[in-house]
């Protein structure tokens, strides 16, 4: 026998996890819902400590919408799991997850502004303004400056977060 294939079948991999799970009286929604609320409390304690930092180190202002802002905060994060959570289900492989995960990050962000929206042709710029970085970007820039944050932005996200969680329900593998 290979050593990948001892791998493969060994209770600590991935799958020989997932085949474990699947023998208990876990649903995979609960499986995922319990990955997804871990996941998000992680990200909500790092976004806080950068805020701080931001704040205590570079004079960072608060929003002049804080409510506003958190609220918009957290659905964006849900919204980008969301985007994940799609990868982790449809990949066979982690290590395959990993790429695609980045691979998508990065073409998410890029045509949601990260590295500038105006060096995007108009078309792209509009569509990266609606997925989910876009729009929590968007979002977010309204909750800061006090503005009203359109509507458009927070149906985008709350669309990423419904499929999201749909497309990983529907195509989770537990082997």
Do not use: K
């Not at 691979?103 to 962000?109: L, R, S």
């Not at 990266?128 to 006090?146: I, K, Q, S, V």
Request: aromatic share 8%; with cysteine; charged share 5%.
């Amino acid at each position: 026998m290979g050593s990948s294939t001892c791998r493969a079948s060994s209770p600590t991999t991935g799958s020989g996890i997932l085949r474990r799970l699947a023998v208990t009286p876990a649903s995979p929604a609960m499986v995922l819902v319990a990955q997804a609320v871990v996941s998000l409390l992680q990200a909500v304690l790092g976004v806080g400590v950068a805020f701080a930092v931001a704040v205590l180190v570079f004079g960072a202002e608060f929003p002049l919408n804080p409510v506003m802002a958190v609220a918009v905060a957290l659905l964006g994060l849900a919204a980008m799991y969301g985007v994940g959570m799609i990868v982790a289900a449809v990949a066979p492989t982690p290590n395959t997850a990993v790429a695609i995960g980045l691979i998508a990050f990065f073409a998410v962000a890029a045509l949601g502004g990260l590295f500038g929206a105006q060096s995007l042709p108009e078309e792209l710029a509009r569509v990266g303004e609606h997925l989910p970085f876009g729009a929590t970007m968007h979002a977010l820039a309204d909750a800061w400056a006090g503005t009203p944050v359109d509507s458009a932005h927070i149906l985008s996200l709350v669309a990423a977060v419904l499929v999201g969680g749909f497309v990983a329900a529907v195509f989770f593998r537990w082997e």
